[in-house]
């Protein structure tokens, strides 16, 4: 009998399982629309060119070693994320309220606030304060609060599926009767999965509520340079609460905007009310890091930091965040585009709209049944990293396989139709009938689409 005969089977983690199961996938035209991840027109991660130039610096750097680096990280790296945060001439900063702590990603930066906020905020053993999440959002943040121990997580209001854009009111409802004190994390931009965020007002009204109603922000700060290619104008709302006087916290990712998706590193900005309460949290984090990591990891820390610390490198990191944030903006636009002239019925106009690497597109059917005939490896609810978009469009309209591109039809469509059964079982059925076909290749593109379009009006 072994000692972990008990041990019940996890279920997998599904962003992971699909990135899985992409790579077993043999099929030469296989995408993966699960990880939020760029990739370039040739489906291909990017490492950023100043990246690759700081990489090499590293190496010559003669003066570099691998001792350990202190517990709270690099402290060059700590003082230039605080500023890529909150601005160049931030009052805060000058004060010197702002402090940190160097984490493994955006995820390490949440679960060391996690642990501190369950420890010490407001009062000791915070395991009641409510915790509110968006609905939707990225699903790691409801599991680590749970297991930094709060019990009691909560979504708020955030997506209007009709509108498909910000549930305005109900967010600003669930701030009302949120219990006083209570922990809000917050997107600071490209919200994931909705790629929706409040405007500068809205941001104003959330504020004024938070400010009134004793409510703790925790920004989580994934994506910026994302949403709008400007680093400053991503990190807007970030700057107006701390100029508004927030007590709060930051969870800074570096995966993203630098492409370092796998050398974890990420910052928890901490901006307190004055230096004195500061250092007092920073010596409680420090105690939290000791005994979850001990140290952080060197490398990706001294990326960014030579990055962000040398006026000629900055430049060119922020024009490759633009070139990604570019990118993405051109696949939102062709997508729309694309769906338009095929007559798909509908409105596309959310996919415009929506910023960052995410199209929340509404669609949630069908998914198993696109993953296994059409080699598209996709969330439930897909949420679609645009910038992977373009395979997909390959796919869709270059490829000449009449028959490829009906059953990423069949894949598409019905979702639209969900009252109307009856057509998704045709759908299904045409579908059915085709996998069982031999691939026939028909070389033209057009008669398919056409073909596709009338379907469609026929219907
Ligand atoms: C909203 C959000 N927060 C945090 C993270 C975690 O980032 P990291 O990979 O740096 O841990 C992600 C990653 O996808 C994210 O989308």
């Not at 968006?134 to 943040?141: F, I, L, V, Y």
């Not at 796998?262 to 004055?274: I, K, M, W």
């Not at 609810?381 to 490829?404: D, I, T, Y």
Request: overall charge positive; proline content about 5%; glycine content about 6%.
């Amino acid at each position: 009998m072994s000692v972990f005969g008990d041990v019940p089977l996890a279920p997998p983690v599904a962003v992971f399982k699909l990135s899985a199961d992409f790579r077993e996938d043999g099929h030469p035209q296989k995408v993966n629309l699960g990880v939020g991840a760029y990739r370039t027109d040739d489906c291909q991660p990017w490492v950023l060119p100043v990246v690759k130039k700081v990489e090499r610096l590293i190496v010559e750097d003669a003066g570099l070693n691998h001792e350990y680096l202190p517990i709270l990280g690099l402290p060059e790296f700590r003082s230039a994320s605080s500023k890529v945060a909150l601005g160049d001439g931030s009052a805060a900063i000058k004060d010197g309220r702002v402090g940190g702590v160097q984490a493994l990603g955006g995820t390490g930066a949440l679960r060391i606030g996690a642990e501190f906020l369950r420890r010490w905020y407001n009062g000791v053993n915070n395991t009641a304060t409510p915790v509110y999440v968006s609905a939707p959002t990225w699903e790691n943040h409801n599991s680590v609060f749970a297991d930094a121990g709060f019990k009691d997580i909560r979504p708020y209001h955030y997506w209007d599926a009709a509108k498909r854009g910000l549930d305005l009111a109900g967010l600003l409802d669930d701030l009302e009767k949120a219990p006083e004190h209570s922990v809000f994390v917050l997107h600071a931009c490209a919200h994931n999965p909705t790629g929706t965020d409040p405007t500068r007002e809205e941001w104003k009204q959330i504020s004024e509520i938070m400010k009134r109603r004793s409510l703790f922000v925790f920004f989580d700060s994934a994506y910026q340079g994302f949403a709008s290619g400007d680093l400053d104008k991503d990190a807007w709302a970030i700057r107006y609460f701390v100029s508004e006087g927030f007590e709060l916290f930051i969870a800074q990712s570096f995966s993203k905007n630098f492409g370092l998706y796998n050398e974890r590193v990420g910052y928890l900005t901490v901006v307190a009310r004055d230096s004195e309460n500061l250092s007092r949290t920073l010596s409680q984090m420090e105690k939290i890091v000791r005994t979850t990591w001990s140290n952080p990891p060197s490398q990706g820390a001294r990326i960014v930091s030579k990055t962000l610390n040398c006026p000629e490198l900055f430049a060119e990191w922020k024009s490759n965040v633009k070139t990604m944030a570019d990118r993405v903006l051109l696949m939102r636009d062709q997508l729309k585009a694309k769906l338009q002239a095929l007559g798909t019925p509908g409105t596309w106009d959310h996919i415009t709209q929506q910023i960052g690497m995410f199209s929340f597109t509404g669609l949630n059917r069908e998914c198993d049944h696109a993953h296994t005939h059409t080699h598209t490896h996709t969330h439930k609810e897909l949420a679609l990293p645009v910038c992977q978009w373009q395979p997909l469009k390959k796919m869709f309209l270059n490829n000449s396989s009449l028959l490829l591109k009906i059953r990423l039809f069949c894949y598409l469509v019905p979702p639209l139709f969900t009252k109307r059964s009856y057509i998704i079982n045709m759908f299904e059925l045409i579908n059915v009938v085709l996998c069982a076909c031999v691939d026939t290749n028909v070389r033209t593109g057009r008669r398919s689409e056409s073909l596709m379009s009338r379907m469609i009006r026929s219907s």
